[in-house]
């Protein structure tokens, strides 16, 4: 992938998860430079802010973005994960039922 000034993202949905995997992390990066929560029913994705004694150390590449999410029903926010997976953030979702399905009639009159 060719590198690029902001981070690039993608949505994945099956059955069982939701998975928004945030592409072109810096080389380096480390799991407690983001912070990812739920508030209310909002996913919220983004950079921690650097003390003044880190930002002279960071490397031009270094990157910073607050992304906010809807989460709808249906999803379990209390078992969301984020992970840090060769310069790719990966926050993974649950879905509360992935199994419910049901077909529904067709009435014709």
Same mark, same amino acid.
């Given at each position: 992938?060719?590198?690029?000034? %902001? &981070?690039?993202? =993608? ?14 992390? &810096? =080389? ?7 912070? +990812?929560?739920? =508030?209310?029913? +909002?996913?919220?994705?983004? %950079? ?5 004694? =880190?930002?002279?150390? +960071? ?12 989460? &709808? ?18 926050? %993974? ?7 419910? %399905? ?8």
């Amino acid at each position: 992938m060719p590198p690029t000034s %902001t &981070p690039r993202w =993608e949505i994945k949905d099956d059955s069982k998860n939701v998975k928004l995997t945030l592409f072109n992390m &810096p =080389e380096g990066a480390m799991p407690g430079d983001f912070q +990812v929560a739920i =508030e209310d029913d +909002v996913l919220v994705i983004k %950079t921690k802010p650097k003390l003044p004694a =880190e930002q002279q150390a +960071v490397p031009d590449g270094s990157i910073s973005f607050h992304i906010r999410l809807l989460v &709808p029903k249906g999803y379990d926010k209390e078992n969301v994960r984020a992970e840090l997976q060769l310069r790719a953030l990966v926050v %993974t979702i649950p879905k509360v039922n992935p199994a419910f %399905t049901k077909e529904v009639a067709i009435d014709g009159k």
